[in-house]
């Protein structure tokens, strides 16, 4: 808008200039008075150009459209007035008659480079991606040092899936765009997409030193660190961003400080984030949340949140298998191993797919000194399951603990994560 503005201007000026020259001695020739109207005819395109501007910058989208068709009957071939044009029938949804309008400001003016970043706009709006890509890569050679232009260009690569080349836009240019966080953003959202999450994090660092109050981009990161398993930094960057969310209520930021907690171990911070976020009317209902406060709560080995969390995953969702799973372990530690088999045989029957169940029921049977049974559930299932690492190993120590120590009871295993 500032290249109308500026050409706006240099029309005003230049016809001014002509018209103060035409009152010279002996100007009136035909000549010069057809040079004086054109002149003049500038002038007053111009200033309709201007006009039409401002009532854009207002919305006022008839009045613009009405004041630059004005200057176009009188300069039918300047391309700022096309180029208005053009946007305002692009605000009004028309994509063919503004893709039109572009286009011949296009052909007068092939470098012009607004011309080409709306053509890429208008394509993109009517799902041409190439053919914005085009236009938004040839914006981007003509203004080298704009990051919007390659980055738009990046984005239409990406929704068509072309990662690698999207890739090579950007990492091409970042030399001519060292002040701008986007094209390292937009790095970062690829290596993501891609799976290369070390890389991500590199790529969304640097952008968080470009813009270090931009939480988008800090989200980012910690999303990123959390999928390369770099669970303390990722508690750590989502900690600024609750100390800088004023109530740090953030659910989906707290959601994910608590994953970052139980991963690292800090199983008592996590239970705290945890109580917050099954409080109150949304979070008596997160499902989630209560799963993983039934988790943490069965390794610090508190009992009244687990019996809690255990109830209420009951109520919530009773077609799942984790309520029950969470009551039965919680009356096992409370030594009730007969109610704890009660439990598991009264669950639904998606608890015999949970690879949790096994574990566990060998468990109990084992400590109601059912131990050929618990030996017996467990090679049943590794028949169907050769894979269950936990059942091979959970049969490997119940035999040697029944070999050398019939009676010893066996300490609890972690259940909660398989």
Not at 332 to 356: C, H, K, N, W, Y
Request: with cysteine; net charge neutral; charged share 20%.
């Amino acid at each position: 808008m500032n290249r109308i503005r500026r050409t706006a201007a240099a029309l005003t000026l230049s016809a001014l200039a002509g018209l103060s020259a035409c009152t010279a001695p002996g100007s009136y020739t035909k000549e010069f008075a057809n040079s004086a109207r054109a002149r003049l005819d500038a002038f007053r395109a111009g200033i309709d150009l201007q006009t039409a501007e401002n009532q854009f910058m207002a919305g006022e989208l008839d009045k613009s459209q009405a004041t630059v068709d004005n200057a176009l009957k009188i300069a039918p071939e300047s391309t700022a007035a096309l180029l208005l044009r053009g946007r305002i029938l692009l605000e009004r949804g028309d994509l063919e008659a503004s893709r039109v309008v572009l286009s011949k400001a296009a052909q007068l003016e092939p470098d012009n480079i607004d011309a080409h970043y709306f053509l890429a706009v208008v394509s993109e709006r009517m799902e041409q991606p190439e053919v914005a890509y085009a236009h938004y890569i040839r914006a981007a050679e003509l203004e080298p040092a704009n990051p919007q232009h390659a980055v738009a260009a990046a984005e239409t690569l990406m929704i068509q899936q072309r990662y690698d080349e999207a890739r090579s836009v950007l990492a091409s240019r970042l030399m001519t765009m060292t002040q701008s966080a986007a094209p390292r953003e937009l790095l970062g959202q690829i290596e993501l997409l891609t799976g290369n999450y070390d890389q991500a994090v590199v790529h969304f660092s640097a952008a968080r030193l470009l813009a270090p109050r931009d939480q988008r981009i800090l989200e980012q990161l910690a999303r990123a660190l959390m999928l390369g398993a770099q669970y303390d930094q990722a508690e750590s960057v989502l900690h600024q961003l609750l100390v800088q969310d004023r109530a740090g209520n953030r659910r989906d930021l707290l959601w994910l400080q608590a994953q970052c907690l139980m991963a690292t171990g800090r199983l008592q911070e996590a239970r705290d984030v945890l109580s917050k976020l099954t409080t109150g009317q949304q979070g008596e209902r997160d499902l989630g949340a209560w799963i993983m406060l039934g988790q943490a709560s069965a390794h610090l080995r508190d009992m009244p949140r687990l019996r809690t969390a255990a109830a209420r995953l009951m109520t919530l969702a009773p077609a799942l298998p984790d309520g029950y799973l969470l009551r039965a372990v919680a009356e096992r530690m409370s030594g009730s191993p007969a109610a704890a088999l009660a439990t598991l045989e009264q669950a639904p029957a998606t608890i015999s797919a949970d690879p949790r169940e096994p574990v566990l029921r060998a468990l109990v049977l084992e400590q109601l000194g059912r131990t050929s049974d618990a030996l017996a559930y467990l090679q049943q299932t590794i028949d169907r399951e050769p894979g269950h690492g936990q059942a091979r190993r959970l049969l490997a120590a119940i035999t040697a603990r029944s070999q050398s120590a019939p009676t010893a009871s066996a300490a609890t295993p972690d259940i909660t994560n398989q």
